[in-house]
């Protein structure tokens, strides 16, 4: 999946890791029109300064980023 201006996508997993006391988290995100297809998924790792809302496993987001690089994600309500 490559990320457009406004991409919307639904969250498959998300995980919360601490490395070296940092804490991050890992995402794995669907395109929403097609959350069937491996093709059309990202991997992300990310602080969380660039999350907006509570986001969790199914939730709908708003993702924020460059080609195939997640910057931001945002919960839909």
């Known amino acids: 999946m490559i990320i457009a201006p406004e991409q919307e996508g639904i969250v ?19 395109d929403w029109a097609a959350p069937d297809d491996p093709t059309a998924r990202l991997s992300a790792r990310l ?5 907006v809302g509570e986001v969790g496993t199914g939730d709908r987001v708003k ?15």
């Not at 498959?12 to 669907?30: F, K, M, P, Q």
């Not at 993702?63 to 309500?77: Q, Y």
């Open 12 to 30: 498959l997993s998300i995980a919360r890791v601490s490395i070296h006391g940092d804490e991050y988290v890992d995402l794995v995100i669907a």
């Open 47 to 51: 602080g969380p300064e660039a999350i």
């Open 63 to 77: 993702v924020k980023g460059f080609l195939r690089m997640v910057t931001r994600i945002e919960k839909i309500d």
